[in-house]
């Protein structure tokens, strides 16, 4: 049964840091998934991740995958109030690429 | 863009009443998803569907059942709903290529 961890569940960051969120998933998958929810708000997809290496930037988020290691990561640069949101990781079953499972999310607050 | 309409924002309903949510995505996406999401717990996978008449069940399927009849729409059923059904439902759709998902903004159940 595909599993999805995130770590750290809660961060709190300055201004202008660097932080990284850790996605692990439990079974065999090449498929991953970033998105960021607003409260109040439905998820808007941030990243598509879909082989081993694969890793894609937008703006100060950079999204990586490593499909031998099972693992993701989102790693923010010089964050800004405007990045404060929740953001999850999800993975497609490698059994059936139609199911995809969300990690629990990572609430994410910058501050001054 | 991407359209994913469901169709009541908020809905209260009494416990034993029949509950229809349905949503509807503009994309001509094969797959399409239903999710409830639970402060606490995350996004938990109710029902999929791949494909017209074909669905498959989530990790949490008790107590609901889905149909589609046609491609376009998915409907989620709580036969006779329950105060632990108060949730916010999410549906998204996807292309079978990508699998990446498409939300939409949400229904807020609450069951009294």
């Known amino acids: ?112 | 863009d991407v359209k994913v309409t469901q169709s009541s924002r908020y809905l209260v309903k009494r416990t034993g009443e029949k509950v229809f949510l349905e949503c509807v995505q503009d994309m001509d996406h094969e797959n399409m998803f239903w999710y409830r999401q639970d402060p606490g717990l995350g996004l938990r996978l109710i029902y999929f569907s791949y494909d017209v008449k074909m669905k498959e069940k989530g990790d949490i399927p008790e107590g609901y059942s889905v149909s589609r009849e046609k491609k376009e729409r998915f409907s989620l059923i709580l036969e006779s709903a329950s105060t632990n059904q108060t949730s916010m439902y999410l549906c998204a759709s996807s292309f079978y290529a990508t699998g990446e998902l498409f939300f939409g903004e949400g229904s807020r159940l609450t069951v009294l």
């Open chain 1, 1 to 112: 049964e595909l599993k999805v961890e995130q770590n750290p569940l809660f961060l709190s960051m300055q201004e202008g840091k660097n932080y990284t969120i850790y996605c692990n998933y439990s079974t065999t998958s090449d498929r991953l998934y970033w998105y960021r929810q607003d409260p109040g708000k439905s998820l808007e997809s941030l990243f598509v991740l879909l082989s081993n290496g694969a890793v894609k930037q937008e703006g100060r988020l950079m999204a990586s995958l490593d499909t031998k290691a099972r693992l993701s990561t989102l790693h923010i640069t010089a964050a800004v109030h405007d990045l404060s949101a929740t953001y999850f990781c999800a993975v497609a079953a490698k059994t059936s690429y139609d199911k995809v499972i969300f990690g629990p999310g990572t609430s994410l607050s910058v501050i001054p």
